[in-house]
């Protein structure tokens, strides 16, 4: 069966230290890894995929196999960076328009 | 572009009844998506459909229905309602079918009496 687990229901950091928000995933096959954020009051939106390999906003995430990890990881945080973030993969066994989300981490930034 | 639109933006229904909410997805978007979202299940996927025809469906009861219009437009119903079908439903659309970015609406809060 496919699953998203996200082990940390709250992460909670000082502004300026490391941040990161695990994530670990069961699926046969070569899924793709998404990060999606919801800032408050706003609606979801993608972050990032592991197939852009891109940089936003600071964060990052690698896609290792040999581990099923997809972690996502700031150098340094930033008190706008406090949301709910959510894991999600997507591939051929589930039908590519259909995610399947982990149940989110909240990050809060403080001062 | 406009993003996303969903209405209502909130319901109020009791147990039994049926309830209909609408998606407008972004213009030239063609996929739409539907999730529901509750705090105990998390995001769940409902059904995704793709120039009228249903693509895939989530593990939820044959209570739950949805429909494409030729406009990409999407409805998705629920028939006699329960208590547990108290959830925000995110509906989401994309360009084209598979493996592509998704732009998710604010949601229908849904809640059942």
């Known amino acids: 069966a496919q699953r998203v687990t996200q082990p940390e229901k709250l992460l909670s950091v000082f502004k300026g230290a490391p941040v990161e928000l695990k994530c670990n995933y069961s699926?046969?096959?070569?899924?793709?890894l998404f990060w999606y954020v919801q800032y408050s009051r706003q609606r979801l939106q993608l972050l990032l995929r592991h197939i852009s390999r891109e940089s936003i906003k600071g964060f990052t995430a690698d896609l290792n196999k040999g581990e099923t990890s997809f972690h996502l990881k700031k150098p340094f945080a930033q008190e706008e960076d406090s949301a709910m973030y959510y894991c999600a993969l997507s591939g051929q066994n589930t039908g590519f328009q259909k995610l399947v989300f982990g149940t989110g981490t909240r990050l809060l930034v403080s001062p | 572009k406009a993003g996303v639109t969903q209405t209502p933006r909130y319901l109020i229904k009791t147990r039994g009844q049926q309830v209909t909410l609408s998606c407008s997805p972004i213009s030239g978007h063609r996929s739409v998506s539907w999730y529901q979202q509750t705090p105990g299940q998390g995001l769940q996927f409902l059904f995704e459909y793709f120039s009228e025809t249903q693509r895939n469906k989530g593990n939820f009861p044959g209570r739950f229905s949805g429909r494409q219009f030729s406009n990409s437009r999407s409805e998705m119903n629920v028939s006699t309602l329960e208590l547990g079908d108290s959830a925000l439903y995110l509906c989401a659309s994309s360009l084209l079918a598979g493996g592509v970015e998704q732009f998710f609406g604010p949601g229908t809060r849904l809640t059942v009496l």
């Open positions: 699926y046969s096959g070569s899924p793709e």
